[in-house]
Antibody, heavy 118, light 107 residues
């Protein structure tokens, strides 16, 4: 069965950095695109970033462009999100998701909470 | 960016009711639309993609329709487990924006 398990969340000060990881199992990770989606406390969903199966193509929301970097290691079945210059408005639960070529996310992890506060 | 507006934002209904949620896009997105269900404290779950294709394992009481700028999610007969928040997402162009959500509560 498909499993996605995020880790790496926590409390960080404004301007700080954090690296999220997502461990995938139950499917051929290298065949799939992957995405990060976030949800601020009590708010709706916000698409953050996307990476193609071979890492050849990435895309970012304007709100994180230049600060966040998505990457993957197909040998380790892992997805990453490097988050730099964090702001209070980046506080959210971050979900990794398996993404179909058509763009929809058919499996989601349980999420990891990132809190940016002094 | 393409904006998605869901209506209503809040819906109160009873078990057995038929409910419809609408998602309107600020520009045409063909059929590049997905619907998700989210329960409190849980990750979203994919219900429908390509506007009307039911994801495997999703009950047939859920259906989606529409193309261009107007889409609907219909639940034909509400079950207790359907009370949740529903989101639409456009997949026509980056960024893949979501609607603001429709919270469906028990009357």
């Amino acid at each position: 069965q498909v499993q996605l398990v995020e880790s790496g969340g926590g409390l960080v000060k404004p301007g700080g950095s954090l690296r999220l990881s997502c461990a995938a199992s139950g499917f051929t990770f290298s065949d799939y695109y992957m995405s990060w989606i976030r949800q601020a406390p009590g708010k709706g969903l916000e698409w953050v970033s996307y990476i193609s199966s071979s890492s050849s193509y990435t895309n970012y929301a304007d709100s994180v462009k230049g600060r966040f970097t998505i990457s993957r290691d197909n040998a380790k079945n892992s997805l990453y999100l490097q988050m730099n210059s964090l702001r209070a408005e980046d506080t959210a639960v971050y979900y990794c998701a398996r993404t179909a070529v058509a763009g929809y996310d058919d499996y989601w992890g349980q999420g990891t909470l990132v809190t940016v506060s002094s | 960016d393409i904006q998605l507006t869901q209506s209503p934002s809040f819906l109160s209904a009873s078990v057995g009711d038929r409910v419809t949620i609408t998602c309107r896009a600020s520009q045409g997105i063909s059929s590049y639309l997905a619907w998700y269900q989210q329960k409190p404290g849980k990750a979203p779950k994919l219900l429908i993609y390509a506007a009307s294709t039911l994801q495997s394992g999703v009950p047939s009481r859920f259906s989606g329709s529409g193309s261009g700028t107007e889409f609907t999610l219909t639940i034909s007969s509400l079950q207790p487990e359907d009370f949740a928040t529903y989101y639409c997402q456009q997949l026509n162009s980056y960024p893949f924006t979501f609607g603001q959500g429709t919270r469906l509560e028990i009357k």
